[in-house]
């Protein structure tokens, strides 16, 4: 067992570790897991933009604006719904066969609140597989991203969280597209999960 670290010096000093520390290293430990993961597949998805990058479709960016519905109102400050916008960023190369990597950046704030109060940017790296054999302007497929989530919450309170995306689309023709997708996420420090149902309808360039 190695003793570099602050797990290995615990080990050697003979103590093991201090009640409640265990948990907190291992949560931090897997959420540093799935964030380098994270990292890892946007490197991978750029190194593919960058050999195909002489392939880049034109209508490779997304702008959408919708609402949220927040499962948890102790997150949404004791709202119902949320402003949503969003930005899809795609790529001609794909991390898995058959699909479409893009990344995209959602932000959600509370509608009776402030901007830039009790606010969440999301940040993901995301597969979209289009079923059937429908032409441009009129497919339907489904999506599913892994990212990071930042609240922020209230002063002092600024947290990164781990999150997920899924969510299904049709496009309305070659420039529009409507969506109904799941944000979701583990719980803040406070015990607030941010987790998110959403609409958009998006314009693609």
């Known amino acids: ?62 702008f959408r604006l919708g609402i949220g519905l927040p499962f948890d109102s102790n997150f949404a400050a004791g709202e119902d719904l949320f402003y949503g916008l969003g930005m899809d960023y795609g790529l001609q190369g794909s991390i898995v066969r058959g699909g479409h990597t893009f990344f995209s950046v959602d932000w959600f704030n509370p509608t009776g609140g402030d901007i830039g109060k009790n606010d969440a940017f999301n940040f993901a790296v995301n597969q979209r597989f289009y079923t059937g054999d429908g032409y441009l302007g009129e497919r339907t497929y489904f999506f599913v991203g892994l990212g990071t989530l930042f609240v922020d919450g209230e002063t002092g309170k600024d947290e990164w969280l781990i999150s997920g995306r899924v969510g299904v689309g049709k496009e309305i023709n070659e420039s529009l597209v409507a969506e109904i997708s799941l944000l979701l996420s583990e719980d803040t420090r406070g015990g607030a999960n941010p987790t998110t149902a959403s609409i958009h309808i998006g314009y693609r360039f």
Do not use: H
């Open 1 to 62: 067992m190695c003793p570099i670290g602050p797990s290995g010096l615990w080990r050697t000093s003979g103590k093991g570790f201090p009640p409640g520390l265990e948990n907190i290293a291992m949560n931090n430990l897997f959420k540093s897991g799935v964030l380098a993961l994270t990292l890892c597949l946007g490197v991978f998805a750029s190194a593919q933009y960058e050999r195909d990058r002489l392939r880049v479709e034109p209508y490779n960016v997304t």
